[in-house]
């Protein structure tokens, strides 16, 4: 046939040619063996050099595998922080456990960051994440209406965090103008929110936050028979609708045992304000008439 025809055998003929060529590999694989072992076995020299060749690959296999399981457990490092705006509030530090710390990220209102904290003598946690924010005051008001009776002033409020209207209390932050005084900024919110004014100010203390996580500590006051001295034409803003409530010692404590005040630093501060009227005023004979 030509060179260009296609040629087609006997069944036969293809069993014949696909054994011979499975017979040529087979013993081309078996002279390489054959090959191999003779050259290891040739010297002493040859077979030390192939033990050491084996050792390190099994070495190398051990390291690499030691590698990505390092890798996957420690902690991510960013390459530089995330900042959005610049944070001026107090950072934390604890003297005898923060080891260290690092910037995640940060604006003008908080600073997230990474610290290493030796929690006891054998034990270091690397990834605590930490919140700084500005410390905060909360402001429970009282004022005297036009019949001499004392009552509570409150707001009634939207939050981001929580859904619905909530009760509240005036509260804020600690401006660096007001240079750590928690004092001074509850009398500047008092009047920012209120446009009130009080000479009978009882402080309860500042309290954390979160103990594990930051977020500032809130200064916790109670103002007395405050006075209206500028009026306000909106108790809200662009984030959040406002409305002031006047409410008597038992309605204040009727809301605080149905958990109305829906953040831990409001129902805080109506606590203790209630416990300090019920053991230092008289308006607590009120309750039994």
Not at 70 to 81: M, N, Q, T, V
Not at 238 to 256: A, D, F, G, H, P
């Amino acid at each position: 046939p030509s060179r260009h025809s296609l040629w087609i055998g006997t069944p036969s003929m293809h069993s014949d040619i696909r054994h011979r060529m499975s017979s040529k590999r087979s013993g081309s694989f078996h002279d390489l063996r054959k090959t191999i072992k003779t050259f290891i076995l040739s010297s002493q020299t040859n077979k030390q050099f192939i033990t050491c060749c084996v050792l390190t690959s099994f070495l190398w296999c051990i390291c690499s595998t030691l590698l990505w399981l390092y890798g996957r457990h420690r902690p991510c490092e960013l390459s530089s922080p995330l900042i959005l705006g610049t944070y001026e509030g107090p950072r934390w530090l604890n003297a005898k456990q923060t080891l260290d710390r690092r910037v995640i990220a940060e604006n003008k209102w908080l600073s997230l960051s990474q610290h290493t904290v030796q929690v006891k003598e054998e034990l270091v946690i690397d990834d605590w994440l930490w919140i700084d924010t500005a410390n905060q005051i909360n402001v429970m008001v009282t004022t005297v209406d036009s019949n001499g009776e004392e009552l509570f002033v409150i707001f009634e409020q939207t939050k981001y965090g929580y859904e619905g209207m909530s009760y509240a209390v005036v509260g804020g932050h600690i401006d660096p103008s007001d240079n750590d005084n928690g004092l001074k900024a509850a009398q500047r919110e008092l009047m920012e929110e209120m446009g009130m004014q009080s000479d009978h100010w009882i402080e309860f203390g500042a309290f954390r936050t979160d103990v594990n996580r930051g977020a500032g500590f809130c200064h916790t006051f109670l103002a007395r028979k405050a006075v209206q001295s500028k009026k306000l034409n909106k108790y809200e803003d662009e984030t959040e609708e406002m409305r002031i409530k006047y409410v008597t010692l038992s309605q204040l404590m009727e809301y605080y045992r149905q958990g109305k005040f829906l953040e831990a630093k409001w129902s805080n501060t109506v606590g203790l304000s209630i416990m300090y009227i019920l053991e230092n005023t008289k308006l607590s004979s009120a309750l039994h008439k």
